[in-house]
């Protein structure tokens, strides 16, 4: 009995101590529950889709009028944004994203092409409340002919949250330590404060399949290939001879 009296403060000890980390947990996990959320779709099939990502910043209050979010997104070497189309899109706006980097070449292959670094800037969903919206049109590149599998996945990485408001709301948990210097916009080119802040991924990395030639068909798409060359220039060559003089007199005049 005496024994059993010696270890009472023992045990409590332990029990007191595993209630106050439960405590912490609970009040951790409820705090990380705050943080943003993201949520991203692929839109359309084949080379040429759309990334409509959603950010909801969770239990906030009526300040985040006053906010600013946007999505840095690392795209694969096997995808590619074109920076001509991005301008047009800025000019209606639909899409306002800036490209980092002054150059895309966007006719390399896979093999032959870097990754790249988007900056999209959202805008306010009218169908959530406290949710941000945006949509990035993506393109794939072509890749090496396969051996037997006629396709390759490209992985879309989770992308970073920048958060820029006037007044703080998000809680301390969900802040990373840094802050990042941005673009406030497309238009405006002076940077601005951007916090990154922690979220959570509502869906997995997405990934696309992108599908590519086999190379056991090497020989008969250049047989046609060059088969097709040839007769479409015996046409046109022909059509030269036939109408040579016609189109000698119409050129003369």
Known sequence: ?????????????????????FIFMSQHVSAQDSCPKIT???????????????????AVDEDTGSCMVAIKIHLPKGLYVDPYELT??????????????????????????????????????????YCFRGILPLHCRYHQPAEVDGEVSAILKSPEILVHCQKAFLSAECLKEIKIEEPCSRKNKHNCNW??????????????????????????VCTGTLVTTILCSSLILSALVKHGDFLFVQSSL
Request: hydrophobic content about 45%; proline content about 5%; aromatic content about 10%.
């Open 1 to 21: 009995m005496s024994q059993w009296k010696n270890h009472v403060p023992l045990l409590s000890g332990i029990v007191s101590s595993w209630i106050v980390f």
């Open 40 to 58: 991203q779709w692929l839109l359309k099939d084949g080379f040429h889709r759309d990334l409509l990502s959603r950010v909801k910043l969770g």
């Open 195 to 220: 916090d990154s802040v922690k979220f959570q991924a509502v869906n997995q990395e997405l990934k696309l399949q992108i599908p590519v030639g086999l190379k056991h068909h090497v020989t008969l």
């Open 88 to 129: 047009s899109l800025n000019k209606h706006n639909i899409t306002e994203a800036l490209l980092f980097g002054d150059y895309v070449d966007l006719e390399a292959p896979e093999y032959l092409a870097t990754e790249i670094a988007v900056l999209l800037y959202m805008k306010p969903d009218p169908e959530c409340r």
